[in-house]
């Protein structure tokens, strides 16, 4: 299976900082879908040089593991020792603070056409230029960074009223441009677990189709949260199967048309996949 088609499937996207490489792989047999190798936020500035020498060596003994690198924003110095340190060995990295098509453009063209990029939507410029983000090519999804937006646009960082715009702006991005629907930002309560299942189910309802997590706890509670319900998975074996026969207009009330049936049919893929995984 090809890390594009992991990435797009993917649910539970774990953090892991770069300067921990003793985590690396306990980040990886966590039970998450795709691991984030951090050199941004998680690495103090005197550590990144290291970070990113951790990085390397992890990604050459280590190539076939779902891991993307978040690397630094493109308006900073970090950023070009970054996409130097990571050119022609990292297959996906995530770039944060990406506010133009421009910005995946020059990270593309530096890393190589083989890039994929998960963009990372912070600010209100990003948010307002989303639609452009996501139609650029090796874009594979958008995550939301919800705790830098909040600071961007001066609202609180659990306000999701107050994000529902910026939120929303996301999905409709992602599904004009046909990619994988977007990935929602960090709870920051790593304790109780059931306030990252709430999260991730507002997310889910809103059409994010998985979650970033801040430590090893919070994946269990995403991958519940993305997973189909029995009633949803009955639901849409009944639509399935008897979608083929043209005489059948209506099941228990609900009419039956094309984009039903398609919905039924992505229920049933997402549960194959955690079947899968």
């Avoid at 951090?38 to 190539?63: F, G, H, Y």
């Avoid at 950023?79 to 022609?88: K, M, P, S």
């Amino acid at each position: 299976m090809s890390l594009h088609t992991v990435i797009n499937g993917a649910t539970s996207f774990l953090f892991v900082p770069g300067n921990r490489p003793e985590r690396f792989q306990k980040a990886h047999e966590s039970g998450t879908d795709i691991v984030i190798i951090d050199l941004e936020d998680a690495v103090a500035t005197a550590e990144k040089a290291q970070a990113r020498a951790n990085v390397r060596t992890w990604l050459l003994s280590n190539p076939t593991l779902p891991t993307v690198v978040r690397i630094n924003p493109r308006t900073t110095s970090a950023f070009e020792e970054d996409v130097h340190a990571l050119a022609g060995l990292a297959r996906a990295v995530m770039l944060p603070k990406a506010e133009t098509a421009e910005d995946i453009a020059e990270t593309v063209a530096t890393l190589g056409d083989g890039i994929l990029i998960v963009a990372l939507i912070e600010t209100a410029k990003g948010v307002l230029n989303a639609p452009q983000i996501a139609a650029s090519p090796r874009v594979a999804r958008l995550a939301f960074g919800n705790v830098d937006f909040a600071a961007d646009v001066q609202i609180k960082s659990d306000d999701n009223q107050a994000q529902l715009f910026a939120r929303s702006q996301l999905v409709l991005a992602c599904a004009a441009s046909q990619i994988a629907g977007p990935i929602d930002g960090v709870t920051t309560n790593i304790l109780d677990e059931s306030v990252t299942l709430h999260a991730a189910e507002y997310a889910r309802s809103l059409g994010f189709t998985g979650k970033l997590c801040v430590h090893p706890r919070q994946v269990a509670p995403v991958r519940r949260a993305y997973l189909p319900t029995e009633d949803e998975i009955a639901w849409a074996t009944a639509i399935v199967q008897r979608a083929s026969d043209s005489n059948v207009a209506t099941i228990d009330g609900q009419m039956i048309d094309r984009p039903v049936v398609l919905r039924a049919e992505q229920i049933l893929a997402q549960a194959a996949h955690a079947t899968l995984n």
